[in-house]
């Protein structure tokens, strides 16, 4: 499944057959076991197949675009997903973040910051795996971090794995205030500071838990960041 005896599943989904070769090949040199699918629906087909460990996911697909394989393949199972966006369009990253990517590259990129946001989203799953059986209760909010599973006041809520390690991270610092860049460098992995990329990712991220779970769970900290405000 998950798990190749040559390191974790990759599944590359691109429509240019030379980018996707390119991507395959450097990821299948860094160890991992690589598929590929150049459309919409064979990348859902394979990804329900194969159950990747992540998913290199382009936007701009035939059959159906990147945005609605996220949708569909997140609804089935939670997976992290690198997204690939052609155009550098605040509007297109923030879509992407909305339907459950965890992070988005725009084209063009180079192979080695592509495998460094791999490697930085997969430390990041192996990071919560360390912590499993824990169960966290902070008012109404209900966190099972074995089984990933988030109710508010009895209600359960499908996050993204960015989406529920964010929400880990802040259950752990109740009401203490987390600096946007301490919140890339500890929840993304991410060896950037203080750049509108990732400023964009963070608050695409609060809107979203806050839309799930309700507008008043987490207090903006102008000029700072965010603070959880559950179990006050």
Same mark, same amino acid.
Do not use: N
């Given at each position: 499944?998950?798990?190749?005896? =040559?390191?974790?599943?990759?599944?590359?989904?691109?429509?240019?057959?030379?980018?996707?070769? *390119?991507?395959?090949?450097?990821?299948?040199?860094? @160890?991992?076991?690589?598929?590929?699918?150049?459309? @919409?629906?064979?990348?859902?087909?394979?990804?329900?197949?194969?159950?990747?460990?992540?998913?290199?996911?382009?936007?701009?697909?035939?059959?159906?675009? =990147?945005?609605?394989?996220?949708?569909?393949?997140?609804?089935?199972?939670?997976?992290?997903?690198?997204?690939?966006?052609?155009?550098?369009?605040?509007?297109?990253?923030?879509?992407?973040?909305?339907?459950?990517?965890?992070?988005?590259?725009?084209?063009?990129?180079?192979?080695?910051?592509?495998?460094?946001?791999?490697?930085?989203?997969?430390?990041?799953?192996?990071?919560? *795996? *360390?912590?499993? @059986?824990?169960?966290?209760?902070? @008012?109404?909010?209900?966190?099972?971090?074995?089984?990933?599973?988030?109710?508010?006041? =009895?209600?359960?809520?499908?996050?993204?794995?960015?989406?529920?390690?964010?929400?880990?991270?802040?259950?752990?610092?109740?009401?203490?205030?987390?600096?946007?860049?301490?919140?890339? *460098?500890?929840?993304?992995?991410?060896?950037?500071?203080?750049?509108?990329?990732?400023?964009?990712?963070?608050?695409?991220?609060?809107?979203?838990?806050?839309?799930?779970?309700?507008?008043?769970?987490?207090?903006?900290?102008? =000029?700072?960041?965010?603070?959880?405000?559950?179990?006050?």
């Amino acid at each position: 499944m998950a798990m190749e005896l =040559g390191g974790r599943r990759v599944l590359v989904v691109e429509d240019d057959g030379t980018i996707a070769a *390119s991507i395959a090949a450097r990821l299948r040199a860094e @160890g991992f076991t690589v598929d590929v699918a150049h459309d @919409g629906p064979a990348a859902v087909e394979a990804e329900a197949a194969a159950e990747p460990d992540l998913v290199v996911l382009d936007v701009m697909l035939p059959g159906f675009d =990147g945005l609605e394989v996220c949708r569909r393949i997140q609804g089935r199972r939670p997976v992290p997903v690198l997204m690939l966006t052609a155009r550098a369009d605040e509007t297109d990253m923030l879509v992407g973040l909305g339907v459950g990517a965890d992070d988005y590259l725009t084209k063009p990129f180079s192979m080695r910051v592509l495998t460094a946001r791999v490697h930085a989203l997969l430390r990041r799953v192996e990071r919560s *795996s *360390s912590v499993a @059986g824990t169960r966290i209760v902070l @008012g109404d909010l209900e966190i099972d971090v074995d089984q990933r599973r988030v109710a508010r006041a =009895g209600v359960a809520a499908q996050l993204t794995p960015i989406e529920f390690d964010l929400l880990v991270h802040f259950a752990r610092r109740p009401r203490a205030v987390q600096p946007r860049e301490r919140l890339l *460098s500890e929840v993304w992995d991410w060896d950037v500071h203080g750049t509108s990329a990732g400023t964009r990712a963070v608050d695409s991220h609060i809107k979203a838990l806050r839309r799930k779970l309700g507008a008043d769970l987490i207090r903006t900290v102008h =000029g700072v960041g965010y603070a959880l405000e559950a179990g006050s």
